[in-house]
């Protein structure tokens, strides 16, 4: 990976819907595990989602299951579909990346990741 470029997202209503996208730049043919982090201003940033590039291994905060899904689309682009969403769900939403050859579990912590976007910002809001 030499970049990860996040993207789409902007100001929605509660209860509305939004699909935020990750590019991969550079090497896409190794093993890595990709995840979705937030942050608001005073906080950690804080894990929502993750996903092993090679299938399978998805895990979701309790904050999120339900609502949010994230996947890889045939591009490898990473995606995180996210419904119903809250106000609460307000915050600067980051992708990141770690290499990892073998499959399993992504739910590392944020210091864990080798890589990241440079955040896109989510604003729920009526």
């Known amino acids: 990976v030499q970049q990860l470029v996040d993207s789409g997202g902007e100001t929605v209503q509660p209860g509305e819907s939004l699909r935020l996208s990750c590019v991969v730049v550079?090497?896409?043919?190794?093993?890595?595990?990709m995840a979705w982090f937030r942050q608001v201003p005073g906080k950690e940033r804080e894990a929502v989602a993750s996903?092993?590039?090679?299938?399978?291994?998805i895990d979701y905060s309790d904050f999120v299951r339900g609502r949010f899904t994230i996947g890889q689309d045939a591009s490898k682009t990473l995606f995180l579909q996210m419904n119903r969403l809250k106000p609460e769900d307000t915050a600067m939403y980051y992708c990141?990346?770690?290499?990892?050859?073998?499959?399993?579990?992504?739910?590392?912590?944020?210091?864990?990741?080798?890589?990241w976007g440079r955040g896109t910002q989510v604003t729920v809001s009526s």
């Open positions: 990141a990346a770690k290499a990892r050859s073998y499959s399993g579990s992504c739910a590392y912590k944020a210091s864990d990741f080798e890589h």
């Open positions: 996903i092993f590039s090679r299938g399978g291994s």
């Open positions: 550079g090497d896409t043919i190794t093993g890595y595990c």
